[in-house]
């Protein structure tokens, strides 16, 4: 029977990497790119011959892309994606990379985001981040992210009735989650009371608010089931992907995303719902973003993250296991690799092979992505189901 254009089936995520994260690093993001070929190619047990597709995410590899990477890592693909949607990156690549699967343009897809963060790399990529950027923020001294998701923060709080305390509990959950995960940068545990008392940025943005610039790399390979299962690779399985870009434009201050108009789509495509979901891992630059995920996913109403908030266990062994490595706000955002975190953290958690806590039981995550602020907000959203894999 011929399968549903809908459907993701035969398809394998594994072995997740994570090359480890530094503060700041004299590497370039092209270093971390190879270090993470490297451990995949060892990982599968393959040799390099056999990637045939890759997929590149990044924002320091200036002025190259994925098209110069394959000379610098040696390889001569048949398909190739460059797929620059900082946030939102890791499901997109997926989707691509499994039609290409599914279309046989590539038998092994390796997907890489890497980045480095050398002194003063961050005040360049912000200067020059988009025309808007450049022309209606930078001058004027509003250059980089806390701004805009101040005012993102601000609009939901006064919308929803949403407090610094609520955002806290989430920031306290994740760093809990954190502590066993020996890539994360942050595992000082910390209290609510630390992180109301943490000193301001961009009101009402504090410190544990933001996350943390810095350098390293997430990757994973795609494949066919039929091959993983050959090569003996724990794997992850697809349920589902969607992506919407530019969601909502007319809406004044975003507090909704691409998710909302997907959700039901990406339910439909797995034939799940979120209380089929045993743990979730949303893209946190912000603990407002992370929110605005949970509820146009469905986790809970629009307007009732602050009672979900306070009624939720979200550390791995609570009610709804989330960011279970801790998420950006406790791991670090290494560039475009955060955008690829929660989904290297799924595949981890559904194949056994959490670096943190595994969670009891796994079956089934849902990972979503946010990335590419363009002057007042980000443009690129996507979120994807998967399951454990059949050994």
Not at 239 to 264: C, I, L, Q, Y
Not at 344 to 350: M, P, S
Request: hydrophobic share 45%; charged share 20%; proline share 5%.
């Amino acid at each position: 029977m011929a399968r549903s254009m809908e459907s993701f089936e035969g398809v394998a995520l594994t072995t997740p990497v994570t090359i480890g994260y530094e503060r700041t690093s004299s590497h370039s993001a092209h270093w971390f790119a190879g270090k993470a070929l490297a451990r995949l190619i060892e990982a599968a047990g393959i040799v390099k011959a056999d990637v045939d597709g890759l997929a590149m995410s990044s924002f320091t590899l200036q002025p190259d892309t994925a098209v110069a990477m394959t000379a610098y890592l040696g390889l001569s693909p048949r398909w190739l994606e460059h797929v620059p949607m900082g946030g939102a990156s890791g499901v997109v690549t997926l989707r691509r990379a499994a039609r290409a699967i599914q279309a046989g343009d590539a038998e092994i897809v390796a997907c890489i985001a890497a980045d480095t963060n050398q002194p003063g790399a961050f005040k360049d990529l912000v200067a020059d981040f988009s025309s808007f950027s450049r022309d209606a923020v930078y001058p004027y001294g509003a250059a980089g992210p806390n701004a805009v998701f101040a005012m993102i923060t601000r609009c939901y709080m006064d919308q929803f009735g949403i407090t610094r305390e609520d955002f806290g509990r989430l920031c306290v959950a994740q760093r809990q989650n954190a502590l066993a995960n020996p890539h994360a940068l942050l595992r000082k545990p910390m209290t609510l009371d630390d992180y109301l008392k943490a000193r301001p940025v961009a009101e009402p943005l504090h410190l544990l608010d933001c996350v943390m610039p810095c350098a390293g790399a997430e990757a994973f390979l795609v494949m066919s089931t039929d091959r993983a299962k050959s090569l003996g690779l724990p794997h992850a399985t697809v349920k589902s992907v969607v992506e919407r870009h530019n969601a909502f434009p007319d809406d004044p201050v975003p507090t909704r995303g691409g998710w909302a108009m997907e959700r039901e789509r990406l339910y439909e495509q797995a034939g799940l719902g979120p209380k089929d979901m045993d743990f979730v891992e949303t893209y946190d630059d912000y603990p407002v973003i992370a929110l605005m995920q949970l509820e146009d996913l469905g986790f809970c109403k629009k307007g009732e993250g602050a009672a979900f908030l306070r009624e939720t266990d979200l550390t791995v062994g609570g009610d709804l296991p989330h960011n279970t490595c801790g998420g950006q706000l406790s791991a670090g955002q290494a560039g475009a690799a955060g955008g690829y975190l929660g989904l290297v953290e799924a595949i981890r958690q559904l194949t056994g092979q959490a670096a943190g806590v595994a969670v009891d039981g796994a079956r089934f995550g849902l990972v979503s992505g946010y990335g590419m602020v363009i002057y007042d907000r980000c443009l690129c959203t996507g979120a994807a189901i998967l399951g454990r894999g059949e050994a």
